[in-house]
């Protein structure tokens, strides 16, 4: 699951979010993040604007697919460590770039906020 401090910065940047069943989400003013389910869907929907949207992997992935040319999600194993660390690379307009995150997750948020501001520039 990505931060709240970084689902904070892709609302701002602009992604989109439509609430479905399943989604994990903050309220705003809340650091812990709870699933969008049965009869608080209905009321997350209907004050969107009161919730931090906090995408999953695959739709980090998703959002991340239908921007860049090529990406690839990869995860390493540092020297002298016994943590794994996570990395996504991407080729975005003849331009790679690199994110480097202790999660998946976090990798690919960073990427997408990324993708999201260069679009905003354009």
Known sequence: MISLELAKK???AGLKWGPKE??????WGKDKPFCVSGMNCFTVVDQVDRYVFAPSLSQLLAGIEKRVHWYGLFRYHPRNTKEYKSYLEITMLDVEKEFNADTPEEAAGQALLWIIEQEGKS
């Open 10 to 12: 892709l609302k701002a």
């Open 22 to 27: 399943g989604d994990w989400a903050f309220k």
